[in-house]
């Protein structure tokens, strides 16, 4: 069982290196300019001088798949940091101070929770106009409970065992208590949500900009361009396969380190393999 | 619990049409951007929209017609609101209740085979298949269908409603991530279950470990399952907006998104409320399942 | 009474278990050699975590799935330390059952208790359903309830914990059993309950099996109970041998110590470990860091099992 785990973990972790790299090196790599238009030259097949062929305006699709995860993974990265810090701030203080704080927070994640993400990603993306912008916000507005339930959790079990009124008795002030005693232990927990959201946030910022809710074209995003892709797909295949199989890898590798992440340090899991 | 999620959505909803940076009065007068607008015509138009009244008395006006079903009428095609979501609305629950069939019964089997074989070859495989079910987006394998199915097999339409057949790539694309979901859940709460001692001596009565697993630890697990698929019947609503536009399903899916670009606001609000009502619906569905699921409830009913 | 009746003896050789877990190899059973013998009741007693229930869940192979086995356990002349899972599924229930501890989560809960009753007739086959119901009625009403459709239409979780207990003992009886191996039946009961549960092993000896393994802390009910004893300490058995000898003349230091701790005997309890001594060796006699009659030989070398006088077996060098 080890073994074969363990190669799973390595396969996901060297598939997630190479399209970070590629992404990084984007530029270096790339044959061509991504938005380069050569209307001589549509729809090409794949050549040599052309490895996954040419779009419907003659753009380079290898190159275009190598910018293409650029601004998705950043805008996943923020997304998903965004509602980290917004969760985590939340939670504690629900944890934290209980009482009318927590009720309010509480019943407000509950009205976050009815809606169903995409629900709210679409009506929030259209309002407010569709872009990055708003997409941002859809993306925390509705990852952030996430957080602050697991976050506001582990506080009021941590507020029992770390003996809050001693630390209290001997001087220390609540910000001091949060930060220096209570934030370090949810480390782990908050590490192996994050991994699991980051993949979410990833499928969310795929979908909606295949929608037209996020990313606009000409920007070279692997979305964007199977969207594209849709009119020209039967004459080139690559076109939309290709940046699929990108955001595929990216998303499975994510996955599998997030599944990992959580047989190691998931202390609840434990208690079924014993 | 209901009421006041259903309350924060309502407000919630409203605000967003609040916050809408778009003027409807100048939509509905001057859609393409080119006519020059006489200002009593305008005052007019907002008196009629009712957007010169305080913000509460508008949200009261506006709550008080959701609930009637007033839901209003579209800025831009000026049509009934209430009368396109019962058109639409078929469409979607259709689609919506066949990828959650696909769901249950593909999130239970694989759940239920990985929970038996665990740790061994079908274990793994299956664990890895729904990992990639996970990471699959629905609009990328949608396309991959379109291409194998109906361009290369010709087995399926690619659009259109001609019955059962064109609902099966829809249904596929909205459910293959909640299968992977299911299927991961159930296979956890199973070997949750199958850790307790009633299994043990579920199995000292002589029981194989099939009956064990199946009349004991999966009749039990099926109460955080259900609790899970009724979460996720309301998310698979949201979903099905995808396949709604890949595939050219009339679904209000469909409506909202085409509404959200020409910032149709009214649209997007009964869009969004329609959703909250479904989690409503669905909380309260579960509720009753609970009653044939989990005696302890049935039993609590019966005292009090 | 013939073997048909009585059942075969159980004998464990080498008898080992150990479970893999994350922090390594835990040895939960030691070099266990013993023979249960049909016909009689034989008590293992010993603190929690002494490894009396692991061993008795490994005789019918019920461990969880990281658990490894070594040795042999006999039933009369067949291996079923070598049974496959199908051949265990016959045999449990039907050859020997099991009367579980912790009645409340023993039981099934979504499952109504007829039910659950019934299916440790119908797991073994044949035309079992009339002959299971035939079984249910008699065995209920001889238990005390004397409503058994009504109660048997009830879940575990509306019974109180009395009735439960009888109710677990109604599972093991169900399958017509050669033997039953009682887990910790007055684990955790108040004085009234531990005395109705005797009573009903009691009733379970005189009337319907005279094989059975009783595994217990209750050093009280394994003297009144059974025929011989078993003492257990971190997984090694120390003294075995008829229950008069055993607890009447220990031999065995802990032996000695576990009696003298009875209420009815002052109470004086073990001494605890001794730091330094746990610290010496690992490869000792396991009582050794709390044994008052410890020699230098115990600090390193493993006992062996000793045959006394009158037949008992010692796992300590005194009776070398």
């Known amino acids: 069982m080890g073994k074969k785990k363990k190669t799973g973990i390595i396969a996901a972790c060297i598939l997630l290196a190479v399209i970070l790299l590629m992404s990084i090196l984007a530029p270096v790599l790339a044959p061509y300019d991504p938005n380069q238009i050569d209307m001589k030259n549509p729809l090409a097949m794949s050549s040599a001088k052309h490895l996954l062929g040419t779009d419907n305006i003659g753009r380079d699709v290898l190159s275009r798949v190598m910018y293409g995860g650029r601004q998705s993974i950043l805008l996943a990265l923020a997304a998903t940091g965004l509602s980290m810090a917004l969760g985590c701030l939340i939670g504690m203080a629900a944890g934290y101070f209980g009482g009318a704080a927590d009720l309010l927070i509480t019943s407000v994640s509950n009205v976050f929770q009815g809606l169903p993400g995409m629900t709210m990603m679409i009506a929030i993306a259209g309002l407010m106009g569709a872009g990055v912008k708003s997409m941002l916000l859809a993306l925390v507005l509705t990852s952030w409970v996430g957080f602050s339930r697991l976050v506001r959790g582990e506080v009021m079990k941590l507020k029992q065992e770390l003996f809050i009124e001693g630390l209290k008795g001997m001087g220390a002030g609540n910000f001091r208590i949060l930060f220096m005693h209570i934030a370090p232990n949810l480390l782990s927990s908050i590490t192996i949500i994050f991994a699991t959201r980051i993949a979410g946030s990833i499928m969310s910022v795929a979908a909606l900009s295949f929608l037209g809710l996020g990313l606009q074209p000409p920007t070279p995003d692997w979305s964007v361009m199977i969207n594209d892709a849709r009119s020209y797909y039967r004459t080139n295949p690559l076109l939309a396969v290709a940046p699929g199989v990108c955001i595929v890898c990216l998303s499975l590798s994510i996955n599998i380190i997030a599944d990992w992440l959580r047989d190691r340090f998931d202390v609840r899991r434990d208690s079924v393999n014993e | 619990m209901l ?229 996720y019947f309301a998310g698979i609503l949201g979903g099905s907006t995808i396949a709604e536009v890949i595939f050219n399903i009339p679904g209000i899916g469909n409506y909202a998104i085409s509404a959200v670009k020409s910032r149709d606001y009214y649209v997007v609000q009964a869009y969004v409320l329609f959703t909250a009502l479904v989690y409503v619906v669905m909380t309260l569905v579960i509720d009753l399942l609970y009653l044939v699921i989990n005696p302890k409830i049935r039993a609590g009913e019966k005292i009090g | 009474m013939s073997e048909k009746e009585l059942g075969k003896n159980i004998s464990l050789e080498n008898y080992n278990i150990c479970f893999e877990t994350a922090k390594g190899k835990v040895r939960a059973v030691k070099d266990v050699n013993t023979v249960f013998e049909a016909g009689k009741v034989t008590g293992m007693i010993g603190e929690s975590g002494s490894g009396k229930s692991v061993l008795g869940m490994g005789i019918l192979k019920l461990l969880a799935s990281n658990a490894k086995v070594e040795g042999r356990c006999l039933y009369g002349d067949t291996e079923i330390s070598a049974y496959t899972e199908k051949q265990m599924d016959s045999f449990r229930g039907k050859e020997i059952a099991l009367i579980p501890q912790n009645p409340a989560e023993a039981l099934d809960p979504v499952i109504r208790i007829k039910k659950q009753l019934i299916e440790a007739v119908t797991s073994h086959g044949g035309a ?71 009573g009903v092993l009691k009733d379970i000896l005189c009337n319907d099996i005279k094989s059975m393994i009783v595994i217990t802390h209750d050093v009280a009910l394994a003297r009144r109970l059974c ?94």
Request: charged fraction near 20%.
């Open chain 2, 3 to 231: 009421v006041p999620v259903l309350f924060g959505i309502s407000v919630l909803a409203f605000m967003l049409g609040m916050a809408s940076p778009g003027d409807p009065v100048e939509a509905i007068l001057n859609p393409d951007g080119t006519q020059i607008i006489d200002q009593k015509e305008y005052d007019i138009v907002r008196e009629r929209l009712g957007l010169d009244d305080p913000v509460p008395v508008q949200y009261v006006k506006w709550l008080k017609n959701a609930l009637t079903g007033e839901l209003g009428r579209s800025f831009f095609t000026n049509k009934e609101i209430k009368e396109q979501m019962a058109y639409r609305l078929p469409y979607t629950i259709r689609l919506a209740c066949f990828g959650m069939a696909l769901t249950v019964v593909f999130g239970l089997l694989f759940g239920i085979l990985m929970a038996m074989r665990r740790d061994g070859p079908v274990d793994h495989a299956l664990r890895f298949l729904t990992t990639l079910m996970l990471s699959v987006p629905g609009f990328w394998l949608a396309i991959l269908l379109i291409l194998v199915f109906v361009e290369k097999l010709h087995l399926l339409p690619t659009s259109g409603l001609n019955g059962f057949s064109s609902y099966i790539m829809p249904g596929i694309t909205v459910a293959i991530s909640t299968i992977g979901v299911c299927a991961r859940l159930t296979r956890t709460s199973i070997l949750d279950e199958l850790g307790k001692q009633y299994v043990t001596v579920a199995s000292s009565k002589g029981l194989n470990a099939r009956k064990v697993t199946m009349r004991h630890a999966f009749r039990n697990s099926l109460i955080p399952i259900t609790t899970f698929l009724g979460n």
């Open chain 3, 227 to 320: 025929d011989r004893i078993l003492v257990l300490y971190q997984g090694e058995v120390l003294e075995q041998g008829d229950t008069s000898s055993v607890l009447g003349q220990p031999l065995h230091p802990y032996t000695e110590g576990l009696v003298r701790s009875l209420p009815s005997n002052g109470m004086v309890p073990i001494p605890l470990p001794d730091r330094d001594k746990e610290s010496e060796s690992k490869e000792g006699c396991v009582f050794y860091p709390r044994c008052p009659r410890a020699c230098s030989r115990c600090v390193h070398e493993k006992p062996g099992d000793y045959q006394s006088a009158d037949g008992r077996k010692v796992r300590c060098f005194l009776y070398a």
């Open chain 3, 128 to 198: 079992a359903k009339a002959e299971g119901e035939k079984r249910y009625e008699a065995l209920m009403k001889r238990f005390g309830f004397q409503d058994s459709r009504e109660t048997g239409r009830k879940y575990s979780f509306q019974m109180s914990g009395g009735m439960n207990q009888r109710i677990i003992s109604v599972l093991g009886l169900m399958g017509s059993p050669k033997w039953i191996l009682a887990d910790e039946p007055t684990k955790g009961l108040d004085a009234i309950l531990r005395r109705q549960v005797y």
